[in-house]
């Protein structure tokens, strides 16, 4: 069975960085499609980032140029480096994988992040 474990996350200052890590195991990691959603208190979790087997990335729009998704296949992680944060990025962030050929998917439990002064 899959798991993936989120850290990284915490309180931080408008303009600040975080960088979210999503640790894999159970699966083959390498061929699965990861990525990051996140969820803010009323609103509807949405995608924020995602990278796939093939290192091609994607982003919202509301990230784009701020936040960066990486993965390393070696350490059956996955990234987010976020930078110039605001305040509504404040959200629980989950990580999640996707295997393209099956549709197999899995979440992590989520790691919350708050962008206040």
């Known amino acids: 069975q899959g798991q993936l474990v989120e850290s990284g996350g915490g309180w931080v200052q408008p303009g600040g960085s975080l960088r979210l890590s999503c640790a894999a195991s159970?699966?083959?990691?390498?061929?699965?499609?990861m990525g990051w959603y996140r969820q803010a208190p009323g609103k509807q979790r949405e995608l924020v980032a995602w990278i796939n087997s093939g290192g091609s990335r994607t982003y919202a729009d509301s990230v784009k140029g701020r936040f960066t998704v990486s993965r390393d296949n070696a350490k059956n992680t996955v990234y987010l480096q976020m930078n110039s944060l605001k305040a509504e990025d404040t959200a629980v962030y989950y990580c999640?994988?996707?295997?393209?050929?099956?549709?197999?998917?899995?979440w992590g439990q989520g790691t919350q992040v708050t962008v206040s002064s």
């Open positions: 159970g699966f083959i990691f390498y061929v699965y499609g």
């Open positions: 999640k994988s996707v295997e393209s050929a099956t549709m197999k998917d899995y």
